[in-house]
């Protein structure tokens, strides 16, 4: 029976930026590691399905995961992205703001800096204007460090790196079952391309679950883990529309989030061509779909009218839409990412992670670090 040291469940950006440093560390680098993923290749699901924002760390709680992982990772990412030429654009975002709402961009600025983001600028309606003519707002606060970047090539440098490194990348590969032995884990696996089935088991010392969406179904298929550390998790689609016509804006532009929901607002962000597309907006769903109603054009027009007047919801067309991973029900407040080792579900060589939603692409990079530096 073929035996591994570490098997990777999943191979979304976050198995993969495991791999990565799983495979870059002193005390993984000779250690045989594979990732195994259902699909034909890597990035099918949440990582490709996303605003492509690296995020500073403005919003999350302080000391959270979110914050911690964010902040670290958005470091991580764009040193990445330098050494490995993959395409980004440190374009900076504007949070825009009415009067009425200008003590919660205060807050905002707050909650940032407690977070060790302490290089966002307030800045006024002139210069406002001068910067961001298409934009009615009163006041607004700049995130230099906020970028964009090309999340496929981010990937795709991941997994080469990671191959090069000795790793082994096994796609059409689903991991039914995972049963304990005295060597860790027995892993059930299923590998099938859609027109034939194979079964195939193998060992493993270590077992990392980055299911992502699935995440919390593979967890229930492990031996000897209490339902108690398997939370429940939520489908929350978000929606974007592509904008037609030149970019009317030179930077990413949000609106302040509204209170107590699970996106942060209907914003602008461009790819790397410069393209402009809105989202996402919030949407709890019971099925795995990501067909965009057009309909949606004429709310996402209104809600974009409140900082951007000239809208039409002629100019906006259906483009894709992603599906979070949410902890927190809708009508809860946001909850933080769980990394589980261990010392929580009481399994050695077992790392689960749930609810890894927006800023998981930032934070991709700390989180495999975090996750290289604990395994034993
Ligand atoms: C609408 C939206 C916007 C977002 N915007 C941003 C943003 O701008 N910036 C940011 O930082 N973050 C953003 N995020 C968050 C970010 O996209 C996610 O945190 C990240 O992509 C999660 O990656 P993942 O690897 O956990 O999941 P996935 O990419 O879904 O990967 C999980 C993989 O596991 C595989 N799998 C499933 N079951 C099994 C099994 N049994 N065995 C083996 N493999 C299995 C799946 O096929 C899949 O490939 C956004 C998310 C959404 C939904």
Request: contains cysteine.
């Amino acid at each position: 029976m073929d035996k591994f040291d570490v098997c990777i469940a999943g191979a979304g950006v976050i198995g993969l930026a495991v791999a990565f440093q799983l495979s870059e560390s002193t005390r993984f680098k000779t250690k045989k590691i594979v990732v195994t993923e259902p699909e034909a290749n890597f990035g099918h699901h949440i990582s490709s399905r996303n605003s492509e924002v690296v995020h500073a760390g403005i919003y999350y709680p302080t000391g959270s995961l979110k914050a911690k992982l964010c902040v670290r990772g958005k470091q991580l990412l764009y040193e990445h992205c330098r050494r490995y030429d993959v395409p980004f654009h440190m374009v900076g975002k504007f949070i825009v703001a009415q009067k009425v709402n200008a003590h919660r961009l205060a807050t905002l600025q707050g909650q940032a800096a407690k977070n060790g983001v302490s290089d966002l600028v307030w800045i006024n309606d002139n210069r406002l204007k001068t910067e961001e003519p298409a934009i009615k707002a009163d006041y607004a606060l700049f995130s230099p460090s906020t970028g964009i970047l090309d999340s496929h090539s981010f990937m795709q440098s991941l997994l080469y790196t990671a191959e090069n490194n000795g790793v082994m990348f096994a796609p059409y590969t689903q991991i039914k079952a995972v049963a304990r032995s005295t060597a860790g884990f027995m892993l059930d696996t299923c590998i099938t391309d859609g027109k034939s089935e194979q079964r195939y088991i193998f060992q493993a010392e270590h077992f990392i679950n980055c299911a992502g969406l699935d995440a919390h179904h593979l967890a229930k298929n492990i031996d000897g883990l209490s339902p108690t550390h398997i939370p429940s998790v939520h489908m929350c689609k978000g929606d974007y529309f592509n904008y037609s016509g030149p970019s009317p804006f030179n930077h990413l532009v949000y609106p302040i989030p509204e209170q107590n929901t699970q996106g942060l607002g209907v914003h602008s962000t461009m790819d790397m061509m410069g393209n402009v597309r809105f989202g996402p907006d919030s949407e709890y769903v019971d099925q795995l779909s990501y067909f965009v109603d057009p309909r949606k054009a004429k709310a996402f027009a209104q809600d974009i009218a409140d900082y951007f007047p000239e809208i039409s919801s002629k100019k906006l067309q259906p483009a894709y839409a992603g599906i979070r991973p949410k902890l927190a029900a809708e009508g809860e407040p946001p909850a933080d990412f769980i990394i589980q080792h261990n010392d929580v579900h009481g399994i050695p060589g077992l790392v689960q992670l749930f609810g890894i939603d927006s800023p998981g692409l930032t934070a991709s990079l700390a989180i495999g670090e975090e996750i290289a530096m604990a395994l034993p």
